[in-house]
C-alpha cells in the first residue's frame, strides 16, 4: 500500500487550521527576510512572475532567466 501524506493530518495534530498554518509561515517568512537584511543579505523577491535580488536599501535588481 502507498503511503501519500496529506498535510491536513499535521494540520491537524498542532491544532491550527490551513488558514492560521499559513499566516505563521508568511510571518516567518517576512522575518526571515528582515533578519537577512538587517545583516546586509539580500533576498529573493518574485514580483509578476519575474525572479529579483531584493537588497536591504530596497533596490531590486533583475534576475536573468534562462530564457532571457
Same mark, same amino acid.
Given at each position: 500500500?502507498?503511503? !501519500?501524506?496529506?498535510?491536513? !493530518? /499535521?494540520?491537524? =495534530?498542532?491544532?491550527?487550521?490551513? $488558514? $492560521?498554518?499559513?499566516?505563521?509561515?508568511? $510571518?516567518?517568512?517576512?522575518?526571515? =527576510?528582515?533578519?537577512?537584511?538587517?545583516?546586509? !543579505?539580500?533576498?529573493?523577491?518574485? !514580483?509578476? /512572475?519575474?525572479?529579483? $535580488?531584493?537588497?536591504?536599501? /530596497?533596490?531590486?535588481?533583475? =534576475?536573468?532567466?534562462?530564457?532571457?
Amino acid at each position: 500500500m502507498k503511503k !501519500v501524506f496529506d498535510a491536513n !493530518v /499535521g494540520i491537524k =495534530i498542532m491544532g491550527m487550521s490551513p $488558514e $492560521e498554518l499559513e499566516s505563521l509561515a508568511q $510571518e516567518g517568512v517576512k522575518l526571515a =527576510i528582515a533578519r537577512m537584511h538587517s545583516q546586509g !543579505v539580500p533576498s529573493i523577491a518574485v !514580483v509578476d /512572475g519575474k525572479m529579483y $535580488e531584493q537588497h536591504p536599501d /530596497g533596490k531590486m535588481v533583475p =534576475i536573468p532567466s534562462k530564457k532571457d
